[in-house]
C-alpha cells in the first residue's frame, strides 16, 4: 500500500492558504492512489518539543531514554513507512514556521536518517518523493528561482536522501485578488502533477 505522510504547519485553523492547498492535494493523490494510506502529522496541533540538550545527548548515546527521544523514534519511523510526503509550509519572519523548525531537529539524526562519514553525508530516506506547498504574503523576487522556504526545506531534504521534489509555492498573497489567481494556478499544477487534466485554466512558469 503506496502512503503519504502530510506535514502541516500553519498557525491558522482556518482560511490556511496552505491547508487548503494541501487538502485539494491530498484530494487528487486519492483519485490516483484510491487504496492509499494518508498519514496526517500536524505541527501546531501535535506540538513538537524543541530541541535540547538531553534530547541531543541521546541521539548520540543509546543508554539515554527520554519521551522526547520516543518521540523523535515515531516520528522518524513515519518518514521511513511513507512512500511520499506532502509539506505545507507558510513563511512567519522571513523563514519557516518554529514549530516544523522544531520537527526538523527532531528527524535529523545520525544513523536514523543520515549518516556522516570520510566521504560525507548520506541519506537514508531514499526512494522517496516530496512535495512542497509553500506560502508567502510578499512577492517572490524574479530574479530568485526558489523561494527561501523551499530552499531551507529542500536542503534538509537532501542531506535525508529525498532528491525527486515538486515545489507548488504561491507568493504575493497578500494581495486577496492575487491569492485567488495563485490559488487556481496551483490546482492547476497539481492536477498537472497528477495528469489530470480537467482542471485547466491559468497557466504560469513553475
Known amino acids: 500500500m503506496i502512503t503519504l505522510l502530510r506535514i502541516d504547519s500553519s498557525l491558522r485553523m482556518n482560511d490556511s492558504y496552505s491547508r487548503l492547498m494541501g487538502d485539494y492535494f491530498v484530494q487528487e493523490w486519492k483519485i490516483q492512489h484510491p487504496q492509499g494510506k494518508v498519514i496526517q502529522r500536524d505541527v501546531t496541533l501535535q506540538l513538537t518539543p524543541h530541541l535540547t540538550q538531553e534530547t541531543l545527548n541521546g541521539f548520540f548515546d543509546e543508554t539515554i531514554h527520554s519521551e522526547h527521544l520516543e518521540l523523535s523514534d515515531l516520528l522518524i519511523e513515519e518518514l521511513h513507512t511513507c512512500d511520499e510526503i506532502l509539506m505545507t509550509c507558510p513563511m512567519y519572519n522571513y523563514g519557516i514556521p518554529s514549530s516544523l523548525k522544531a520537527y526538523f531537529d527532531q528527524v535529523v539524526r545520525t544513523k536514523k536518517t543520515f549518516t556522516n562519514d570520510s566521504n560525507g553525508i548520506k541519506g537514508l530516506l531514499l526512494n522517496k518523493k516530496a512535495s512542497i506547498i509553500s506560502v508567502m504574503g510578499m512577492p517572490q523576487p524574479l530574479t530568485q528561482k526558489r523561494n527561501p522556504l523551499e530552499v531551507q526545506i529542500t536542503n534538509i531534504f537532501n542531506q535525508l536522501g529525498i532528491m525527486e521534489i515538486s515545489y507548488f509555492p504561491m507568493d504575493g498573497m497578500i494581495n486577496p485578488e492575487?491569492?485567488?489567481?495563485?490559488?487556481?494556478?496551483?490546482?492547476?499544477f497539481i492536477n498537472q502533477h497528477f495528469n489530470h487534466q480537467e482542471y485547466a485554466t491559468h497557466t504560469t512558469s513553475h
Do not use: G
Open 178 to 188: 492575487e491569492a485567488v489567481l495563485k490559488m487556481e494556478q496551483q490546482k492547476n
